[in-house]
């Protein structure tokens, strides 16, 4: 089974959808088979992969059911059909990229799933239910031959995200330096260890179902520090004291409550203060990637449409943030 990774933060406005597709695009350029799984209902992931095609691929016929809502459907109906792979869209940039899409109502599930997770399978009729995503990720996975899974979760701390942070064999956590980063840290550093112990414990309850839990390890690979802006090539003033501060709490309290439960590598201090990296905003190069549907730093010459001196700066911060995202690949490919 691929490995699962997941970017996972509460609080919004982290640019969370943005980075897990340029992390997932850069391992792609080295030779792995990438598959996205959308479970934000505000489908943001879909539409960056889809661009234009986005509308149609909800209104035609053929594709409008191959989605992550409808692919488990049948779990959630008590339906006897099993879960089964879907046809994935496929970047057409890139081959080695591919999707299981969003949809909109997805939390319509949320529910069901909250009462599957806090019954301990005293009700048959929903013990299916908190493993059926896992079913259709691994039966994709299979079906497609991928090496590594990326999950866009929502921002929140709902029964969905509970449910997917069960299958993570890592994660990453984005966030950016503003008033309400440390305080949101505060709440993973509470939540996730909880969340652990319960998949644990819920392996055993749910062994017996059609679809059971897989022995996930939900351990952390680092923080991602972003949406910042720079002045002289560095974090501007306003940002540098937020930017200290999520570091020194990531290093200190985070890192070790996680620890205590088993949820850090043992290689990780490779990781200096267990910081990613830093990524300044894109600024006008980020409506560029937009309009080509690929991330800033795989952007060409001519995807730019930028001369002379722009251009010569706008290639320079296009290589700075190509060389960030090939470190944070290497290094997430050396953890997990």
Not at 68 to 83: E, L, Q, R, T
Not at 128 to 151: M, R, S, W
Not at 153 to 180: K, W
Not at 206 to 214: D, I
């Amino acid at each position: 089974m691929a490995k699962i990774i997941e970017l996972f933060n509460h609080k919004g406005g982290v640019s969370k959808t943005t980075t897990t597709f340029n992390i997932a695009w850069k391992i792609s350029e080295k030779n792995k088979k990438i598959l996205l799984v959308d479970a934000d209902p505000q489908c943001n992931l879909t539409g960056m992969f889809l661009g234009e095609d986005f509308d149609d691929y909800y209104e035609n016929e053929e594709t409008r059911h191959l989605n992550i809502k409808d692919a488990v459907n049948m779990a959630f109906k008590g339906s006897p059909n099993p879960i089964t792979a879907i046809e994935c869209p496929h970047h057409e940039k890139n081959n080695n990229l591919y999707l299981i899409p969003g949809h909109m109502d997805l939390s319509e599930y949320e529910s069901s799933l909250n009462l599957a997770l806090t019954s301990n399978n005293a009700i048959l009729t929903l013990q299916n239910l908190p493993g059926a995503f896992y079913e259709l990720i691994k039966k994709t996975c299979d079906k497609y031959d991928i090496d590594y899974v990326f999950i866009d979760m929502n921002p929140g701390l709902s029964a969905i995200n509970q449910t997917f942070f069960m299958y993570a064999d890592a994660f990453i956590v984005p966030t950016n330096p503003d008033p309400f980063s440390v305080m949101a840290l505060k709440t993973l550093r509470k939540t996730l260890p909880r969340w652990k112990k319960l998949a644990e414990s819920s392996r055993i309850y749910f062994s017996e179902s059609t679809y059971p839990l897989p022995e996930a390890e939900m351990k952390f690979i680092g923080v991602i520090i972003q949406r910042f802006s720079l002045r002289n090539r560095k974090a501007a003033k306003p940002y540098t004291g937020k930017i200290e501060e999520i570091k020194k709490y990531i290093e200190g309290d985070f890192y070790k409550e996680l620890s205590k439960h088993n949820m850090v590598f043992a290689n990780s201090k490779r990781v200096d203060n267990h910081c990613l990296g830093e990524i300044s905003d894109f600024g006008s190069l980020l409506q560029k990637a937009h309009e080509a549907r690929i991330p800033v730093f795989a952007l060409r010459k001519e995807d730019m449409s930028f001369s002379g001196n722009v251009y010569e700066s706008m290639e320079a911060k296009r290589l700075g943030y190509d060389k960030l995202f090939n470190d944070i690949s290497d290094v997430i490919l050396e953890l997990v």
